[in-house]
């Protein structure tokens, strides 16, 4: 271990000439994760700048950002950098493309093929780094978040993300419930649509209402055809009091066959016209109780 501490303090010496580098010291090294069912993250502080976080929302992988308040990166472009590890000779650093830098306490988000690549990264003993030259003129600039104590940690957050709901509000806000064979009951795809509105409208106290709004093809008359749509919106509603929402935040709209999705001018097209759409409102995101920590690894790096 004192070869590796030694060969760490050693990588200065390879930085280009004049950069300023954030890293916390190894006998620092901390990592925490912290998450609820709707977002985990995994973040390593670093001394005097901020944090490096993995994030991950419900229905989506993992990005990568600097959490930086009081930001002194500065506009421009950022390379992303999984660096081989001064104790693993032969390995050259990968580059892993830039990232557009923004003012503000966040940054940057990476792409999430990027994070991949930056875990597997730290999984093999590589650091992240992001570099990043200044169009404003503070210069070239690095911070660098080091591999150690990464494992255990990222098993922890693997344990948060097992938790996360299937999607996320973005996703789920907006949701069809399709009649494609006619009549009024609900498929076993409608009902797994359904479900997952309601896993997350029970996960998510601030999500209050519920607008249900059916329609129909053109395929009867104009009064066969509100009245059809009206008994689609009722049966969606029926399902989610029957899961245990109640019925004062459902609000049911019919429409008939006013609104097509397509032309009624073929089958498929019809099909797709019979459906209830389904839209959640919520409160305002400040009322949504902030993530819990899960796990941190806080524990002193022994250099013998």
């Not at 169009?135 to 070239?140: F, K, P, T």
Request: charged share 20%; aromatic share 6%.
């Amino acid at each position: 271990m004192r070869q590796r501490y030694l060969a760490l303090l050693s990588m200065f010496a390879s930085l280009p000439a004049m950069a300023l580098t954030f890293q916390t010291r190894l006998e620092s090294i901390e990592w925490k994760v912290e998450g609820d069912k709707f977002e985990c993250r995994l973040s390593q502080p670093i001394t005097g700048f901020g944090a490096g976080e993995f994030v991950r929302r419900a229905g989506e992988q993992a990005t990568f950002r600097l959490n930086a308040p009081g930001n002194m990166l500065g506009r421009g472009s950022a390379t992303l950098i999984a660096a081989a590890s001064p104790w693993q000779p032969g390995r050259g650093d990968i580059n892993l493309g830039s990232v557009r830098v923004v003012n503000g306490d966040v940054p940057f988000n990476s792409s999430q093929g990027q994070a991949g690549q930056l875990i597997s990264g730290l999984m093999d003993g590589r650091s992240p780094v992001i570099r990043h030259y200044s169009s404003q003129g503070s210069g070239l600039m690095e911070v660098r978040l080091l591999p150690v104590k990464f494992s255990q940690a990222y098993t922890d957050y693997q344990l948060c993300v097992a938790k996360l709901l299937p999607m996320n509000f973005e996703q789920v806000k907006q949701t069809e419930v399709g009649f494609p064979g006619g009549g009024i009951e609900l498929d076993a795809n409608a009902k797994r649509r359904l479900d997952t509105i309601v896993a997350f409208m029970k996960a998510d106290p601030t999500v209050n209402h519920v607008d249900l709004d059916g329609h129909s093809d053109n395929s009867g008359n104009r009064l066969t055809n509100r009245d059809l749509s009206r008994r689609r919106a009722l049966a969606v509603m029926e399902y989610l009091k029957a899961q245990g929402i109640p019925e004062e935040q459902i609000n049911v709209r019919f429409h008939g066959e006013a609104y097509p999705l397509a032309p009624n001018t073929n089958n498929a097209n019809r099909a797709r016209n019979r459906r209830v759409n389904v839209h959640l409102d919520r409160a305002p995101a400040d009322q949504k109780a902030a993530p819990v920590p899960v796990a941190s690894s806080t524990s002193a790096a022994k250099i013998s």
